[in-house]
């Protein structure tokens, strides 16, 4: 196995790290077409904590981990991370301590630079830069040893564009960067989702492998209701901007994909109803 052990794993009784208190987020908001991405939503969350979120398309999870990483501040509500407001932070202010593993393998890395070059970019991260030289031999060392553990070989190929890898290899990396700071949160956001099901299945081997060894924080965002029972120790589920499922400990242990089959039907029959309703009284006071 993969070692990325923290020397700051999470203790018995784990603290809280993260919390979202009251939080909404609208987009186009006063106009026809606002949309109210969260509603009220809170959330406190323990370090070491590894959370799955689930739900319909647009029931607001992107938006949840957006909101966390700073890409958009919340109308109302407030973000505390170890007690420090950082509801007004912008991304790059969060970058030292929040990490981001995007749908898309090609987002979050330059694909003109080497693999080598990208790794002493990740390295830098959140961090004020200097003058020293950022690929020094020292680093391009360790690169090598972290790739040497991904079983790819990609170790033997530190200076090739990161651009011409495949999807799967180039969101291995992707992973082994976002996690080279030992970031407080590490942010999966529908991580797997564009690639082929052999390459999905290395990145949630790999993903696993970090969350445990590094104990970090960590909240993903999947359609795999499959991956959303096998993964983490505690699952959420948000319709239309909302937390409305929230499980863990043996409630997330017993929890099999027909149970979370049945909350999707429950949310759609709510909908419907929500819409026939919707459509009786538009005509009832045409």
Not at 150 to 161: F, I, K, Q, S
Request: net charge neutral.
């Amino acid at each position: 196995m993969t070692e990325f052990r923290n020397t700051g794993a999470a203790s018995a009784t784990p603290a809280t790290l993260l919390e979202l208190a009251g939080v909404h987020k609208y987009f186009n908001r006063g106009t026809l077409s606002e949309v109210h991405a969260l509603r009220d939503v809170s959330l406190s969350i323990a370090k070491g904590e590894f959370i799955v979120v689930v739900g319909q398309n647009g029931s607001g999870k992107s938006t949840l981990l957006q909101a966390i990483a700073g890409s958009y501040a919340p109308e109302v509500g407030t973000l505390h991370l170890n007690g420090i407001d950082i509801t007004h932070w912008p991304d790059f202010q969060r970058a030292r301590f929040i990490a981001r593993v995007f749908q898309d393998p090609f987002t979050g890395t330059a694909a003109g630079l080497s693999i080598a070059e990208n790794f002493a970019i990740a390295s830098r991260r959140g961090i004020r830069r200097g003058l020293g030289r950022a690929l020094n031999t020292r680093l391009r060392s360790d690169i090598a040893a972290r790739c040497r553990a991904l079983g790819l070989g990609l170790e033997e190929r530190l200076d090739v564009p990161i651009g011409t890898l495949s999807g799967g290899q180039r969101q291995a990396l992707t992973l082994l960067m976002a996690v080279w700071q030992q970031p407080e949160i590490l942010l999966l956001d529908e991580h797997t989702s564009a690639l082929d099901p052999r390459s999905a299945e290395l990145i949630i081997r790999l993903s696993k492998e970090i969350v445990t060894d590094a104990a970090i924080t960590t909240l993903m965002v999947t359609h795999s209701l499959q991956d959303a029972i096998n993964l983490g120790d505690r699952l959420i589920m948000m319709h239309r901007g909302r937390v409305v499922h929230d499980v863990s400990g043996a409630d997330k242990r017993h929890l099999r994909v027909p149970d979370l089959m049945h909350w999707f039907d429950e949310l759609r029959q709510i909908d419907q109803f929500d819409e026939s309703t919707a459509d009786f009284m538009r005509r009832a006071y045409v």
